[in-house]
């Protein structure tokens, strides 16, 4: 599923050059394909993409009803059955049912978070280096170049400013509004994320917002999944990837910790350290995610992800419900970590993000030098190469070997993975459901190694070749 995550592999700096023709986007298609998606479709992902559609949201609902029900005991709901205690309908029958409650609350947050999309942003004329407002991203395999209106760190404060304002003097509505309406808003996300996966797959075949940069397969479940357009528009500025991939879902993410939190105290008249642990290190993920939100225009997620049911309901569903069980598993299980444990995770989790964000900013540096700069106080190493983008453009493209580049080919992935890892141990070693989090994105994160290096060998040829064998290791150095 999807998602979300902060990372980007391209090392390179490009410039447009004299073209080759046409003839290489056929090239491209007999290779597999140099941009997202697949053009034709194997049994294999045929199956994958199928059983995704089916076990995933099954997946979301026995997540929440182990938690709900089984104290987040992910074994609970099958020991169950398998004694003979419940049968599968006894289970299916402590899902909550659909409310009017949880469809008002559902519907004001994404009405809520589309208005604020289409507010100018503001925050880029008052904070220093904060790159917001109009941006532009990436040229497209068809060679579009679209504008784009950066201000998600703009409707997250303002998001998180109405919460606090309501929860200490307003009064509006419960702090814990998310948590006592946590599964009817199950409903709520999934018929959402259903209803703009269809509509999003029906778009892209009546009214495409750039339909030379559409891809099909011919297999209309993976081209549901995995989507037909690659930047989806209604009108000037309402891009669905950019919205549905930080707004709704990453804006509401530190809110429903901050409920889960007020729920927590609610209960037992106090919140203990492991929450606070967590809404620390997931709100140091979020901000760092707005704040850099015109970078992330040029990662993978944009820039070669179709918009399909992947990131529509992966973004509705998925990114809220899965990305938030440390929280959620505190509300049942009040975990208080001894001092040590605790300063063993933060650092833990401060240190992947230093990585992560080191890592990151050389690739940046190189780039926007064009090579010409520094790495680790040398001037940086690099491969140069060629390839041709499907619009029949020939580019050049610098791959960086030096600084964190030389020591592996993903060190941000890896920098991601130690967070991933620090929201988990949050949580102490009671139960396995926590933890899903960090298998989840070693999964997704060691699957996209694999992908965009398969991308990268179609797209560079021989001088991937040449990279490879200076930088032997994907994630970790000696290892792997």
């Known amino acids: 599923m999807p998602v979300h995550t902060r990372s980007q592999k391209s090392t390179k700096s490009e410039s447009r050059v004299e073209g080759k023709g046409k003839q290489n986007m056929e090239e ?39 938690c709900d029900k089984y104290q987040c005991a992910l074994s609970g709901p099958l020991l169950d059955v398998f004694s003979g205690k419940a049968t599968p309908y006894d289970i299916w029958m402590k899902v909550p049912y659909m409310t009017s409650q949880a469809w008002k609350v559902g519907l004001v947050w994404i009405s809520f978070q589309a208005l604020l999309y289409n507010v100018p942003d503001v925050l880029h004329y008052i904070i220093p280096n904060y790159k917001g407002g109009i941006r532009l991203g990436s040229v497209t395999p ?37 948590f006592d309406n946590w599964g009817g808003l199950l409903w709520v996300a999934n018929i959402t994320g259903n209803f703009v996966s269809v509509f999003a797959y029906i778009k892209a075949k009546f ?23 690659l930047n989806p528009r209604i009108g000037k500025w309402f891009d669905f990837k950019l919205f549905f991939n930080g707004r709704p879902g990453i804006v509401a993410w530190t809110l429903i910790n901050l409920s889960f939190a007020w729920k927590q105290y609610e209960l037992y008249g106090h919140v203990t350290n492991s929450m606070i642990l967590v809404n620390i290190l997931h709100c140091m993920y979020v901000v760092d995610y707005f704040w850099n939100e015109s970078w992330y225009l040029h990662t993978i997620d944009i820039c070669h992800d179709h918009f399909g049911w992947y990131l529509g309901w992966g973004d509705c569903v998925w990114l809220p419900y899965l990305y938030t069980l440390q929280g959620l598993y505190l509300v049942y299980n009040p975990i208080v970590l001894p001092p040590v444990h605790c300063a063993v995770v933060l650092t833990l ?53 030096s600084g964190w580049w030389g020591v592996s080919r993903h060190m941000n992935y890896t920098g991601d993975l130690m967070g991933s890892l620090s929201y988990c141990l949050c949580t102490g070693f009671g139960h396995l459901l926590p933890y899903f989090y960090i298998i ?18 179609c797209k560079y040829g021989k001088d991937w070749n040449r990279y490879t064998a200076r930088v032997p290791y994907r994630l970790l150095p000696g290892i792997f």
């Open 440 to 457: 989840y994105m070693t999964i997704l994160l060691v699957h996209r190694c694999i992908r965009d290096e398969h991308r990268c060998r």
């Open 142 to 178: 068809a060679g579009n170049q679209m504008w784009y209106q950066v201000n998600g760190l703009q409707a997250w404060t303002i998001s998180h400013i109405v919460w606090f304002a309501n929860a200490f003097y307003f009064n509006w509505f419960s702090p814990t509004v998310i």
């Open 349 to 401: 989790g401060l240190l992947g993000y230093y990585i992560f964000r080191a890592v990151n900013h050389q690739k940046d540096w190189f780039r926007s030098h064009d090579g010409d700069c520094l790495i680790w106080g040398k001037k940086p190493e690099y491969i140069q190469c060629s390839y041709v983008s499907s619009d029949g453009t020939e580019r050049q493209s610098k791959l960086l070997v």
């Open 28 to 66: 491209n298609k007999r290779k597999g394909g140099e941009w997202g998606r697949a053009w034709e479709v194997d049994l294999f992902s045929y199956i994958g993409v199928c059983g995704l559609l089916m076990f995933a949201p099954v997946l979301v609902v026995y997540f929440f009803v182990s």
């Open 207 to 229: 009214f495409p917002t750039n339909a030379e940069d559409c891809k099909r397969s011919g297999n209309i479940f993976y081209d549901f999944m995995m989507g037909v357009e």
